[in-house]
């Protein structure tokens, strides 16, 4: 509840905060489920969610390196996307999640995007 209260106060405070919405990293390299924490930060203040999307992360720092590995001809670059902010005000938890989700899904490569059945 701290982590949650102190990121409420930075929002309030004017400071940007960078989450990363499934918690964890992919085992898969597929976009997994969200976790409602920094959702409700933002709407708690009327704050905009900008969706980013990157790709190829898991290539770039695979989960049992400790850095990141060099690019290849076999590890691509990891791409980021920057999507436009999505307003919080007046939105569902639900509806604020699919838009949220669907713009971070829409900028990831078919590889990465979510497994069918996937929760969002």
């Known amino acids: 509840m701290a982590a949650f209260k102190s990121g409420v106060q930075c929002l309030k405070d004017g400071i940007n905060l960078v989450t990363f919405p ?3 990293r992919s085992k898969t390299s597929r976009m997994g489920s969200f976790k409602m924490g920094a959702f409700k930060m933002a709407q708690s203040v ?4 900008v969706p980013v999307s990157i790709s190829y992360a898991d290539k770039v720092q695979p989960l049992d390196f400790a850095f990141p590995t060099k690019p290849s001809m076999l590890c691509p670059r990891a791409v980021v996307k920057v999507g436009k902010p999505i307003p919080t005000e007046g939105e569902t938890d639900s509806d604020l999640l699919e838009k949220v989700w669907n713009a971070i899904a829409d900028g990831l490569p078919e590889s990465q995007k979510p497994s069918p059945g996937t929760p969002d």
């Not at 009327?46 to 969610?49: L, P, V």
């Open 22 to 24: 499934e918690g964890t």
């Open 46 to 49: 009327g704050a905009s969610i």
